[in-house]
């Protein structure tokens, strides 16, 4: 009875010291950590006219929603990187529970892990805050190919002009939904 006990509080002092961390780091890099509704992931992936077998990566890809909806509706792969460790695991579990373990990578880090995946992406799905797109912009556009969609909710590349728009629902109101190519600077 003790050892289930202690069992308990070291898992619960554990999952307590993960969202502390996780509370810290987002502190640091601020970029609070807030999930998307459904409809507005599934309106972005669709603006960016996501195909069957297209690689999607997710910069900051919290519980991993997009990436399981891109596989599921959409049939595509997709990659995420996620630097809170609760979101990682958060992720990486949901990823296992919709048995989406052989379509969908999880990476632990910084947006600059995902390099190697951001270089033959055809979608890029955003949701960050314009201070955060500001700080990745010319690393991001750097390292994409001419052919990757960028789409981003909600929030906006300032040296670059999108190509679309889209209207959608997201937390309660109407927001916007941007598509990018790195082709398309905008001139000042
Ligand atoms: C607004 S949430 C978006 C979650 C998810 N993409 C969605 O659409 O529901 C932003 C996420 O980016 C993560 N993040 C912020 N800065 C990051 C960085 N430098 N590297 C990796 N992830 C980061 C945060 O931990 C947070 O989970």
């Not at 898992?11 to 993960?18: E, P, Q, Y």
């Not at 640091?28 to 077998?53: M, R």
């Not at 979608?123 to 981003?152: A, H, P, Q």
């Not at 906006?156 to 082709?183: C, D, E, Q, W």
């Amino acid at each position: 009875m003790i050892i289930i006990f202690n069992v308990f509080v070291f898992l619960f002092v554990l999952v307590l010291l993960f969202w502390l961390l996780s509370v810290l780091l987002m502190t640091i890099f601020s970029s609070p950590t807030v999930y998307a509704n459904d409809q507005a992931v599934e309106d972005s992936l669709k603006l960016a006219n996501l195909k069957k077998g297209e690689l999607v990566v997710d910069l900051g890809c919290g519980n991993a929603k997009s990436l399981i909806l891109a596989s599921k509706k959409f049939g595509a792969k997709g990659v995420g990187v996620e630097i809170s460790p609760y979101c990682y695991f958060l992720a990486r579990w949901r990823v296992f529970l919709y048995g989406e373990r052989k379509n969908i990578k999880i990476i632990f880090g910084d947006f600059k892990k995902a390099e190697p995946y951001l270089k033959k992406a055809d979608v890029v799905y955003l949701y960050l805050l314009n201070s955060t797109l500001k700080n990745i912009e010319s690393w991001l556009f750097n390292i994409i190919s001419k052919k990757t969609r960028v789409v981003s909710l909600a929030f906006v590349f300032p040296g670059h002009r999108p190509i679309k728009t889209a209207k959608t629902f997201n937390l309660s109101k109407n927001t916007n939904i941007r598509l990018y190519r790195s082709s398309i600077i905008r001139h000042k």
